[in-house]
């Protein structure tokens, strides 16, 4: 996803972003190999080769050039019809509407109280607020794509899953034998309301706090998709805090 700043910038700067995004991603794949890339922008195939006269797109050409020369990659870019490139260009307009974000504020108030954490399970190169961290996409400095493929035990996990993901995030911390802390919005009538507390709101075993937060306009940072509705006037719940510990 763009942010947008970069949603204003010209289809040649994204395309030769998504280029330079996609070898900081995949440079230990393709370490030592020879790629072709195909390209419907005629202008990026120019410009990697021969570089531009425009200061950002000069910076990124000579950015590929630095990756490609650090993991010794060769890469050939070839221009090929529009009509050719279906595939490519379909998964470029997916969107991730599940971006948003913890401010910076929030996540280091938690911190002081139950960190220091050590792995963000769901997020992005735009928004991570641990160094190391899993996304949903392959992202530049990822340790992992898809946090349930991983093993959360003996990690102090920072999580802030999609709303639909809240209950697997919690069932695979248990299934880990893992702890780790939670935010969600407070939406008594969610199904994972029931994986957090009892009928009589006593906890369930594993979760050991609960903290709630009444100025979510403080907490939530709204992502680059126009259709999120956290961070924005339309988000009304407070939010809770929940620390879990499955570990004993």
């Not at 929030?106 to 190391?132: C, H, I, Q, Y």
């Not at 994986?195 to 939530?220: C, G, M, P, Q, S």
Request: aromatic share 14%; glycine share 2%; proline share 3%.
């Amino acid at each position: 996803m763009w942010n947008e700043l970069e949603r204003c910038k010209s289809s040649t700067w994204r395309e030769m972003r998504a280029i330079e995004q996609a070898l900081l991603s995949f440079s230990t794949l393709f370490m030592g190999k020879s790629l072709k890339w195909f390209t419907d922008n005629q202008n990026c195939v120019r410009i990697v080769q021969a570089g531009s006269m425009k200061e950002d797109l000069q910076n990124l050409a000579y950015s590929i050039f630095c990756i490609c020369k650090e993991h010794n990659i060769f890469i050939e870019l070839q221009w090929i019809p529009r009509t050719l490139n279906s595939k490519a260009d379909y998964i470029s307009k997916m969107s991730d509407h599940e971006d948003w974000q913890i401010s910076n504020e929030f996540f280091e108030f938690l911190e002081s109280l139950w960190g220091p954490f050590t792995v963000d399970r769901f997020a992005s190169v735009m928004n991570n607020k641990t160094k190391r961290f899993n996304s949903l996409f392959w992202n530049p400095t990822a340790e992992a794509v898809d946090a349930f493929t991983q093993n959360w035990h003996g990690e102090n996990n920072w999580l802030v899953p999609p709303i639909y993901s809240v209950i697997r995030t919690i069932k695979h911390l248990i299934y880990c034998n893992a702890k780790g802390s939670l935010i969600v919005p407070r939406w008594v009538s969610a199904p994972f309301w029931s994986y957090i507390f009892n009928k009589n709101l006593t906890y369930k075993a594993y979760v050991k706090d609960v903290l709630e937060f009444k100025e979510a306009n403080r907490i939530y940072s709204k992502g680059s998709s126009p259709k999120c509705i956290f961070g924005t006037e339309n988000f009304l719940s407070t939010v809770l805090a929940v620390r879990l510990d499955a570990s004993l």
